[in-house]
């Protein structure tokens, strides 16, 4: 099973509106983390914002906020007041003590990718 | 501070060939990790030190040795490369995995 899902292969959003991206995770461990990276056309990755299982509040950072579900599993990342140069790849992964690539490593989404229009 | 570096950033190897890529970090992490990425993909990881002497599998070890003998440097080896080892690879560095890692720019590797 998925043990990170991002439903949207692609997604389209208006310059200077909002747009969120979904991701749902599947875990049994109570402590774990979800991060959010930005990888544009160049192809570096670019580490966005993290929410721990355990935090009370969701994580913002500048533009981009995190919605924690923790109930329905999903860690939607939104990017408010969208700029063309927020066009790209955006991976959902997570850290768990389960993760089949090793104990606390992270588990990737396969991405979405973000097109700003003008 | 040069973060992550990656030597070298394009490579086209035969089939049966043998490579080493090289990863450097600077910010004296103890986490070291490979990761690839194919198209469709998100990352995958093939090995990862969590300290100077150590290496562990990761997802998708096979085909891959690793070694990290100065905790700056983390070194990917492909014994003898085959078309599926394709892809562009990543290093990446972290304090510990409680914390966001730190990407290279990549190397894209293309096996012929």
């Known amino acids: 099973a998925q043990k990170i899902t991002q439903t949207q292969p692609g997604m389209f959003v208006q310059e200077k509106e909002a747009v969120t991206l979904d991701c749902t995770y599947d875990?049994?461990?109570?402590?774990?983390?979800l991060f959010w990276y930005k990888q544009p056309s160049s192809g570096e990755m670019i580490f966005l914002i993290y929410?721990?299982?355990?935090?009370?509040q969701n994580a913002t950072e500048g533009r981009y906020s995190l919605n924690f579900q923790k109930a329905r599993k999903s860690a939607n990342l939104v990017i408010s007041a969208s700029q063309l140069g927020d066009s790209a790849m955006y991976f959902c992964?997570?850290?768990?003590?389960?993760?089949?690539?090793?104990?606390?490593?992270?588990?990737f989404g396969k991405g979405t990718k973000l097109s700003v229009i003008p | 501070n040069a973060g992550v570096t990656q030597t070298p950033k394009f490579r086209v190897l035969k089939t049966g060939q043998s490579m080493t890529l090289l990863c450097a970090q600077d910010?004296?992490?103890?986490?070291m990790y490979w990761y690839r990425q194919d198209p469709g993909m998100g990352l995958r990881l093939i090995h990862y030190?969590?300290?100077?002497?150590?290496?562990a599998k990761g997802e998708v070890p096979d085909g891959y040795n690793v070694s990290r003998l100065k905790k700056q440097n983390f070194l990917l080896g492909l014994e003898s490369a085959a078309p599926s080892q394709t892809s562009v690879y990543f290093c990446?560095?972290?304090?510990?995995?409680?914390?966001?890692?730190?990407f290279g720019p990549g190397t894209r590797l293309t096996v012929t």
């Open positions: 990446a560095s972290s304090p510990s995995p409680f914390y966001e890692q730190y």
């Open positions: 875990t049994s461990d109570p402590s774990y983390g």
């Open positions: 929410q721990g299982s355990y935090d009370q």
């Open positions: 992964a997570m850290r768990d003590r389960y993760s089949g690539a090793g104990s606390y490593q992270l588990t």
């Open positions: 910010m004296n992490h103890e986490y």
């Open positions: 030190s969590v300290g100077e002497g150590t290496t």
